[in-house]
Every structure is written in C-alpha cells, then in structure tokens.
C-alpha cells in the first residue's frame, strides 16, 4: 500500500520559513520523481517544486529563489523547504510522487498559512 505523508505546515507571519516533509512508503523511493503542489481556496491546485530521479529540480516561477526541493532517498523522503513566505503561498500543500503515467500517488496534503 503506497502512503505518502506530509508534515510541516502550520501558520507563520509573512517573511518566516516553515520546512514541509513527505514521507513515502510502498513505493520504490528512488525511481519516482517527487513534486509538490499546492490549491489555494477556489483556486486550481499548481505545482509548486518538482525534483526528478536524477535530481534535477524546477520551480513555480513566483516561488523561484524563496523555495527548495530536496530529496532523501535513504529516508524515502522530500522536502519543501519554504523562506520569506508571502499570504499568496496560503494552501495546502500536497506530496506527489510519479514512476510512470499510471503510477502516480498523492499524499493527504498539509495546511500552510501565512499571515499578513
């Protein structure tokens, strides 16, 4: 059974950092590119990070030089490392990991906010 769980959100005051982690099982860690997303209420969910297998990483163009993907594959882990946090970035934020089109797996999503 693949589970993938997030941890990390919380409520934070604009310009602070939180550190979002995603822990996976049931799948082989290492083969599958893991990315994050993020849905803000009434909004379409967007990726936000992604970091391939061989680890290449690619940003959400407003989020570009504020956040970092990093991956732990002795831990079976990602994370979402999150700086100088804005109100825009309010939403939960979701663990994907994707091996082929057919094996893709979400996570239960955690709550970010960021006050003003």
């Known amino acids: 059974q693949v589970q993938l769980v997030e941890s990390g959100g919380g409520l934070v005051q604009a310009g602070g950092s939180l550190r979002l982690s995603c822990a996976a099982s049931?799948?082989?860690?290492?083969?599958?590119?893991m990315s994050w997303y993020r849905q803000a209420p009434g909004k379409q969910r967007e990726l936000v990070a992604i970091i391939t297998v061989g680890g290449s990483t690619n940003y959400l163009a407003s989020v570009k030089g504020r956040f970092t993907i990093s991956r732990d594959n002795a831990k079976n882990t990602v994370y979402l490392q999150m700086n100088s946090l804005k109100p825009e970035d309010t939403g939960a934020y979701y663990c994907?990991?994707?091996?082929?089109?057919?094996?893709?797996?979400w996570g239960q999503g955690t709550q970010v906010t960021v006050s003003s």
């Open positions: 049931g799948i082989i860690f290492r083969l599958n590119d």
């Open positions: 994907s990991a994707k091996r082929t089109i057919r094996e893709i797996y």
